[in-house]
Antibody
Framework: QLQLQESGPGLVKPSETLSLTCTVSGGSISTITYYWGWIRQPPGKGLEWIGS???????FYNPSLKSRFTMSVDTSKNQFSLKLSSVTAADTAVYYC???????????????WGQGTTVTVSS | SYEVTQPPSVSVSPGQTASITCSGDKLGDKYACWYQQKPGRSPVVVIYQDNKRPSGIPERFSGSNSGNTATLTISETQAMDEADYYC?????????FGAGTKLTVL
């Protein structure tokens, strides 16, 4: 069964760059109908879609967020990654990676999620 | 940018029907999904593509989406359904989540 696991530093200093990786196991990241997404959730608040990436490297970002996010994919490692530059305290959140399913024009949503990784921005 | 609005909270008595709305401009032209999140857990999709239930989701969960409003309906609500529920609007590879609705079963 497919599993996703986020990894990265739990603590990042303001103005630094946060790097997170999501490792996919139990299935291939290079599957036509799947996109791979990042979602974050600040403490006590709601979900925020950051963006999604296809195995080919095509990316889709939340237009409401400033362009500090960069996603990439490494099919050889079955991983995809997120970088966030110039972090501030407002970036403190649980960061989730998730599989997003799109078959043609039929959208199935985020059907498999990682457990989430807590990132705190503090000096 | 596109936004969807949910009520912050909904209360329901056990065994009754709970309805949670999600409103957005021409939301009916987009796909709506609903996610359930319990404390300390990752979200789980309970409705996708407006009204489809993933395998393993009880039949008491149903959805609709028309005009400017998507609705998640939980029939015969159980205590275990108490959670935060998020709607997600999706269109052309871009998605947005609502702020979430806390469902209280009391």
């Amino acid at each position: 069964q497919l599993q996703l696991q986020e990894s990265g530093p739990g603590l990042v200093k303001p103005s630094e760059t946060l790097s997170l990786t999501c490792t996919v196991s139990g299935g291939s990241i290079s599957t036509i109908t799947y996109y791979w997404g990042w979602i974050r959730q600040p403490p006590g608040k709601g979900l925020e879609w950051i963006g999604s990436i296809y195995y080919s490297g095509n990316t889709f970002y939340n237009p409401s967020l400033k362009s500090r996010f960069t996603m990439s994919v490494d099919t050889s490692k079955n991983q995809f990654s997120l970088k966030l530059s110039s972090v501030t305290a407002a970036d403190t959140a649980v960061y989730y990676c998730a599989r997003e399913v799109l078959e043609g024009v039929h959208y199935y949503g985020f059907d498999v999620w990682g457990q989430g990784t807590t990132v705190t921005v503090s000096s | 940018s596109y936004e969807v609005t949910q009520p912050p909270s909904v209360s329901v008595s056990p065994g009754q029907t709970a309805s949670i709305t999600c409103s957005g401009d021409k939301l009916g032209d987009k796909y709506a999904c609903w996610y359930q999140q319990k404390p300390g857990r990752s979200p789980v999709v309970v409705i996708y593509q407006d009204n489809k239930r993933p395998s393993g989701i009880p039949e008491r969960f149903s959805g609709s989406n028309s005009g400017n409003t998507a609705t998640l309906t939980i029939s015969e609500t159980q205590a275990m359904d108490e959670a935060d529920y998020y709607c997600q609007a999706w269109d052309s590879s871009t998605g947005v989540f609502g702020a979430g609705t806390k469902l209280t079963v009391l």
